[in-house]
């Protein structure tokens, strides 16, 4: 109506207009007129024409909207009818809580889900695992409700949980999973040596016996069997028999143990079984690494390996450090391996005064280089040989030609050295008395090996074995040279391992001092390679010279404290071994405990060899004159003192700490004092002896003002170690539940290409979670032979442990 008023209005206004313009319009004919009539006419009609088409644009934009807000109304209606399907009949709860997670409103399936009233309630106390997952911040998570499963869905934002029933596709994803098939290899350790005694009827008896006993076994799981070579089985089953095994922690290895005792037998089986989700083929080879690792772990043991689950181990009741130092040795030999592989050229070197032991570690080594085809140099000065080995090296040089031309002197090896090359320093750790020290500056790659207790100087190696407990360094190097290269044998000729079998000789002095199993085990390994035990008792007889020397030095013999012989003599001897055998023979006089041969070496030098049964520790002794060794074995080289003065400080030193009786004083230790007590440590000791420590300042007098000092001090550095523990404990927070992924070359074999060094893990773990760890703290729960989840320990005090997961996939 409003428009049609506008219109009239205007075409008023422009009659008036027209009639007020009239007078002073002149038309001379009545043409004109009808032009001017026309032309206004058209303009009325133009401008009606424009007002319609705008008018009918409004009228269209106008039904358009009617339409929608029709269409709306309607839609609204079945929005509405549907949301209180939802909320009120289909079958999602929905729970909505407040910012203290009291529940303020559910909808009826949410009250058929928990059966009972819950408006009102706390969600802690409707179930428990809601509400830590909701605190958690967790978004998507699952719940069981009595007999079914609940995916839930939370909305942190308004609080609202959302329970979808998912019960049935649970049990079908169980179902899947418990019919995983698993590939077990089942190994009968010794079964062939341990029958070999018996006659064939009790050997087919108690073969028959074993079988029949896993097959009982295998058939509660509902298992396959099938033997595929003497001594080792196929196993086939499902995972969900896989994990009632694992329930009942493997019994047939109880079983196996129990018929082995019966008939005093040494067999016990060996089991190495995997579940994954993966081609046959692939499972075969897991299933083959794992029974190699549970033989490598020593046997009568189960490695089970499933797929996205930690690796786990079952059984193994020998000694498990036994198995841990075998696992240790692997990964050390591999570790080694992978400096060389990456390495120019290798540099091998002892000791000055080399003796056997530091000369058979040498050609020990040497094979190890030459395993991975590196040029490889044994610097070697002949004058710096004792003369024990320059002996040996005279009479088989001929014999062993080729590791000769690798023998260059270490003048010559000076030029030789580029960035990329290694060093293998072994049987020392003091850089004082290597071969040559100008050696030492030019590389950095330094590899050290020895059997010495740790001293006060050392190397600056990127890698180090340090083992005061094997008898000697060719022990620690035949034990890596059996793990250095899986894949093709390391030939060591007999007349060389001859020469490593007398190094092994004369550290033990004929296996009376330091010897283990260990020493035996390699000591038979030795033989194995044709060394010649007549031959080494040959190379390491008195000539008769020496035999004469050796008794005029034993007629001079000094019994002091009636348990101690000091053999001294003026004169020079620049040959340790020639003291050695003295002190050696010294101390085969009745009622001596320890012997001490003393002589000069050179014009500056007094050199000392001792050697003791278990009363007396004489590497503590030499130890308070600058020297070291074993407890039984020990030797120091004194510098710019007399004889007298080494041997009455020796004295000294052995009265102080064996002499009975004598006032006692109080001390408190400023270092650890073996036999004596710990830093910081308040103790009484005689006199005499306290004077001692306090005058090498081992220690201080116990008095008021020390102890009040001594108790601040303890404040203070307890307060630091409980600030350090504080830190440590965060620092496991950080590490603990991480993980972390490696990947690696499988080879058609299934073998791995190199090996995971904790080095690797560090670097991955840094680059993965930005945390820092020391590769020295780091130890595997066993060595990586395979992909899998493995469990990484991180020592970072000596209560507390971290620990992480590697996983290792396949590239």
Same mark, same amino acid.
């Given at each position: 109506?409003?428009?049609?008023?506008?219109?009239?209005?205007?075409?008023?206004?422009?009659?008036?207009?027209?009639?007020?313009?009239?007078?002073?319009?002149?038309?001379?004919?009545?043409?004109?007129?009808?032009?001017?009539?026309?032309?206004?006419?058209?303009?009325?009609?133009?401008?009606?024409?424009?007002?319609?088409?705008?008018?009918?644009?409004?009228?269209?934009?106008?039904?358009?909207?009617?339409?929608?807000?029709?269409?709306?109304?309607?839609?609204?209606?079945?929005?509405?009818?549907?949301?209180?399907?939802?909320?009120?009949?289909?079958?999602?709860?929905?729970?909505?809580?407040?910012?203290?997670?009291?529940?303020?409103?559910?909808?009826?399936?949410?009250?058929?889900?928990?059966?009972?009233?819950?408006?009102?309630?706390?969600?802690?106390?409707?179930?428990?695992?809601?509400?830590?997952?909701?605190?958690?911040?967790?978004?998507?998570?699952?719940?069981?409700?009595?007999?079914?499963?609940?995916?839930?869905?939370?909305?942190?934002?308004?609080?609202?949980?959302?329970?979808?029933?998912?019960?049935?596709?649970?049990?079908?994803?169980?179902?899947?999973?418990?019919?995983?098939?698993? =590939?077990?290899?089942?190994?009968?350790?010794?079964?062939?040596?341990?029958?070999?005694?018996?006659?064939?009827?009790?050997?087919?008896?108690?073969?028959?016996?074993?079988?029949?006993?896993?097959?009982?076994?295998?058939?509660?799981?509902?298992?396959?069997?099938?033997?595929?070579?003497?001594?080792?089985?196929?196993?086939?089953?499902?995972?969900?028999?896989?994990?009632?095994?694992?329930?009942?922690?493997?019994?047939?290895?109880?079983?196996?143990?129990?018929?082995?005792?019966?008939?005093?037998?040494?067999?016990?089986?060996?089991?190495?079984?995997?579940?994954?989700?993966?081609?046959?083929?692939?499972?075969?080879?897991?299933?083959?690494?794992?029974?190699?690792?549970?033989?490598?772990?020593?046997?009568?043991?189960?490695?089970?390996?499933?797929?996205?689950?930690?690796?786990?181990?079952?059984?193994?009741?020998?000694?498990?450090?036994?198995?841990?130092?075998?696992?240790?040795?692997?990964?050390?030999?591999?570790?080694?391996?992978?400096?060389?592989?990456?390495?120019?050229?290798?540099?091998?070197?002892? &000791?000055?005064?080399?003796?056997?032991?530091?000369?058979?570690?040498?050609?020990?080594?040497? &094979?190890?280089?030459?395993?991975?085809?590196?040029?490889?140099?044994?610097?070697?000065?002949?004058?710096?040989?004792?003369?024990?080995?320059?002996?040996?090296?005279?009479?088989?040089?001929?014999?062993?030609?080729?590791?000769?031309?690798?023998?260059?002197?270490?003048?010559?090896?000076?030029?030789?050295?580029?960035?990329?090359?290694?060093?293998?320093?072994?049987?020392?750790?003091?850089?004082?008395?290597?071969?040559?020290?100008?050696?030492?500056?030019?590389?950095?790659?330094?590899?050290?090996?020895?059997?010495?207790?740790?001293?006060?100087?050392?190397?600056?190696?990127?890698?180090?074995?340090?083992?005061?407990?094997?008898?000697?360094?060719?022990?620690?190097?035949?034990?890596?040279?059996?793990?250095?290269?899986?894949?093709?044998?390391?030939?060591?000729?007999?007349?060389?391992?001859?020469?490593?079998?007398?190094?092994?000789?004369?550290?033990?002095?004929?296996?009376?001092?330091?010897?283990?199993?260990?020493?035996?085990?390699?000591?038979?390994?030795?033989?194995?390679?044709?060394?010649?035990?007549?031959?080494?008792?040959?190379?390491?007889?008195?000539?008769?010279?020496?035999?004469?020397?050796?008794?005029?030095?034993?007629?001079?013999?000094?019994?002091?404290?009636?348990?101690?012989?000091?053999?001294?003599?003026?004169?020079?001897?620049?040959?340790?071994?020639?003291?050695?055998?003295?002190?050696?023979?010294?101390?085969?006089?009745?009622?001596?405990?320890?012997?001490?041969?003393?002589?000069?070496?050179?014009?500056?030098?007094?050199?000392?060899?001792?050697?003791?049964?278990?009363?007396?520790?004489?590497?503590?002794?030499?130890?308070?004159?600058?020297?070291?060794? &074993?407890?039984?074995?020990?030797?120091?080289?004194?510098?710019?003192?007399?004889?007298?003065?080494?041997?009455?400080?020796?004295?000294?030193?052995?009265?102080?700490?064996?002499?009975?009786?004598?006032?006692?004083?109080?001390?408190?230790?400023?270092?650890?004092?073996?036999?004596?007590?710990?830093?910081?440590?308040?103790?009484?000791?005689?006199?005499?002896?306290?004077?001692?420590?306090?005058?090498?300042?081992?220690?201080?007098?116990?008095?008021?003002?020390?102890?009040?000092?001594?108790?601040?001090?303890?404040?203070?550095?307890?307060?630091?170690?409980?600030?350090?523990?504080? =830190?440590?404990?965060?620092?496991?927070?950080?590490?603990?539940?991480?993980?972390?992924?490696?990947?690696?070359?499988?080879?058609?074999?299934?073998?791995?290409?190199?090996?995971?060094?904790?080095?690797?893990?560090?670097?991955?773990?840094?680059?993965?979670?930005?945390?820092?760890?020391?590769?020295?703290?780091?130890?595997?729960?066993?060595?990586?032979?395979?992909?899998?989840?493995?469990?990484?320990?991180?020592?970072?005090?000596?209560?507390?442990?971290?620990?992480?997961?590697?996983?290792?996939?396949?590239?």
């Amino acid at each position: 109506m409003k428009r049609w008023i506008l219109l009239t209005g205007v075409v008023i206004i422009l009659g008036f207009s027209i009639y007020l313009y009239w007078p002073y319009f002149s038309f001379e004919s009545a043409q004109q007129i009808f032009s001017f009539i026309f032309l206004f006419i058209s303009v009325v009609i133009v401008f009606a024409g424009i007002y319609i088409s705008l008018n009918q644009q409004t009228r269209q934009k106008i039904r358009t909207l009617q339409n929608r807000l029709s269409m709306w109304t309607k839609l609204s209606y079945h929005v509405n009818q549907v949301g209180d399907e939802v909320f009120n009949e289909l079958p999602i709860g929905i729970l909505a809580c407040d910012e203290t997670f009291e529940i303020k409103w559910a909808n009826p399936h949410a009250t058929h889900i928990f059966d009972q009233k819950i408006a009102g309630r706390q969600l802690k106390d409707l179930n428990e695992k809601l509400y830590t997952q909701a605190t958690s911040n967790k978004i998507k998570f699952m719940i069981e409700v009595g007999d079914d499963i609940y995916d839930v869905t939370y909305r942190p934002d308004f609080n609202f949980f959302y329970l979808f029933n998912v019960t049935e596709r649970e049990h079908i994803s169980k179902k899947y999973m418990e019919q995983i098939p698993a =590939l077990g290899i089942i190994y009968l350790d010794n079964l062939d040596e341990a029958l070999a005694a018996l006659d064939v009827s009790e050997q087919s008896s108690l073969k028959g016996e074993y079988l029949a006993a896993i097959n009982d076994w295998a058939h509660l799981y509902d298992g396959y069997l099938k033997p595929y070579a003497d001594e080792r089985i196929f196993l086939m089953c499902y995972r969900k028999d896989l994990e009632k095994m694992i329930e009942n922690k493997f019994e047939i290895l109880e079983k196996i143990r129990d018929i082995s005792n019966q008939s005093k037998v040494r067999v016990s089986i060996s089991m190495g079984i995997v579940s994954w989700n993966i081609d046959y083929e692939s499972l075969g080879v897991y299933a083959q690494n794992a029974v190699e690792l549970a033989e490598k772990r020593g046997g009568d043991q189960v490695v089970v390996n499933i797929q996205d689950q930690k690796i786990s181990y079952f059984g193994a009741r020998n000694d498990t450090s036994a198995k841990s130092s075998r696992v240790g040795v692997r990964i050390n030999a591999q570790t080694i391996k992978d400096f060389i592989d990456n390495s120019s050229k290798v540099f091998i070197m002892g &000791h000055n005064q080399a003796d056997m032991d530091a000369f058979g570690s040498m050609i020990a080594c040497y &094979h190890m280089a030459k395993a991975s085809n590196k040029p490889t140099y044994l610097i070697i000065d002949h004058d710096k040989l004792d003369r024990t080995t320059q002996k040996v090296v005279d009479i088989v040089k001929d014999d062993v030609k080729d590791l000769m031309e690798h023998m260059i002197s270490s003048e010559d090896s000076l030029e030789l050295f580029d960035d990329q090359s290694v060093l293998m320093i072994l049987d020392t750790q003091s850089p004082k008395i290597i071969m040559n020290d100008q050696v030492l500056s030019k590389t950095e790659q330094i590899i050290v090996i020895d059997h010495h207790r740790v001293g006060d100087e050392g190397f600056n190696a990127m890698f180090s074995i340090i083992e005061p407990s094997a008898s000697s360094t060719i022990e620690l190097v035949m034990e890596l040279l059996g793990f250095y290269n899986m894949n093709e044998e390391i030939h060591i000729t007999p007349k060389e391992a001859t020469m490593m079998y007398a190094g092994l000789i004369v550290d033990t002095n004929n296996f009376t001092y330091r010897t283990g199993s260990r020493t035996f085990e390699v000591a038979a390994q030795l033989k194995d390679l044709g060394a010649d035990t007549s031959e080494v008792k040959t190379w390491l007889r008195k000539d008769y010279l020496r035999t004469m020397e050796i008794n005029k030095l034993l007629n001079d013999v000094e019994i002091f404290m009636d348990h101690f012989a000091f053999v001294i003599t003026k004169d020079i001897y620049d040959d340790r071994i020639l003291l050695a055998q003295v002190a050696d023979a010294a101390l085969q006089i009745n009622d001596i405990d320890a012997a001490f041969a003393i002589s000069r070496m050179d014009d500056d030098t007094v050199g000392v060899s001792a050697r003791s049964f278990q009363k007396v520790n004489v590497q503590v002794l030499l130890e308070n004159i600058g020297g070291g060794g &074993h407890f039984s074995v020990a030797a120091a080289q004194v510098k710019n003192k007399s004889i007298k003065q080494v041997v009455d400080e020796l004295k000294n030193i052995i009265e102080l700490e064996y002499a009975q009786g004598g006032d006692l004083v109080k001390v408190i230790l400023l270092e650890d004092v073996k036999g004596k007590g710990k830093k910081d440590q308040v103790i009484d000791v005689a006199n005499g002896y306290g004077q001692f420590l306090v005058n090498q300042k081992k220690a201080l007098l116990a008095t008021d003002e020390n102890l009040a000092v001594l108790e601040k001090q303890k404040q203070e550095a307890l307060e630091e170690n409980q600030r350090h523990i504080a =830190l440590m404990k965060s620092l496991k927070n950080e590490i603990d539940g991480k993980k972390v992924t490696l990947k690696i070359q499988i080879g058609q074999d299934g073998k791995m290409f190199g090996a995971i060094t904790t080095k690797q893990i560090v670097e991955a773990f840094e680059q993965e979670h930005h945390i820092l760890i020391d590769k020295k703290k780091v130890e595997l729960q066993s060595e990586i032979n395979s992909v899998g989840i493995y469990t990484a320990f991180v020592t970072l005090n000596k209560d507390i442990k971290a620990q992480f997961e590697v996983h290792i996939v396949e590239k």
